[in-house]
């Protein structure tokens, strides 16, 4: 009888023994790396604001192809310059055919004209403005003018707009 029980007894702890999972610990992998290109454009000089900003930008390919139109970017202050956030572009040439720095009440404050337009003649550099995106990582590109448009007539403002392309690793 009691055999019977040390039989039974060495079974469920043979089936108890057996049936346990053994614990592995399960790494997660990593984080996906994000070789995405960006552009970024950064300005300074810009006279304080305390009001939100944000750009409305156009970017085309070389070809003339639209790659982006009338793009809503917010623009935040960062030491003494104002930054636009990221945007995320393939790699190749690009041109910005149209850059307009907003206040939040639709004002616009800043803006570089068109080749050939009437206030050309005010800034050193006009749209459309050529840009590459490439994998060197950071292009900074400099225009020192652009138009400040609040007052009754504009004028130029000596600043610094600069396009990074940024490569994201």
Do not use: W
Request: with cysteine; hydrophobic share 40%; net charge positive.
């Amino acid at each position: 009888m009691y055999r019977k029980y040390f039989f039974i007894a060495v079974f469920l702890f043979t089936v108890v023994i057996s049936c346990r999972k053994s614990i592995e610990t399960v790494q997660s992998p990593p984080p996906p790396v994000d070789n995405s290109s960006y552009l970024q454009l950064s300005f300074t000089g810009i006279q304080p604001s305390q009001e939100a900003m944000y750009a409305i930008v156009s970017i085309t390919k070389e070809n003339g192809d639209s790659v982006i139109t009338n793009r809503k970017v917010a623009v935040t202050k960062l030491n003494q310059q104002y930054l636009t956030e990221k945007i995320k572009l393939e790699k190749s040439s690009y041109k910005i055919s149209k850059l307009v720095v907003v206040k939040t009440t639709d004002t616009a404050s800043y803006a570089i004209p068109l080749a050939q337009s009437a206030k050309a003649t005010l800034v050193s550099a006009t749209l459309p403005l050529p840009v590459t995106v490439s994998t060197a990582g950071t292009t900074p590109i400099a225009m020192p003018y652009y138009l400040l448009l609040q007052q009754n007539r504009p004028h130029c403002l000596v600043t610094l707009l600069q396009i990074l392309v940024l490569k994201h690793t």
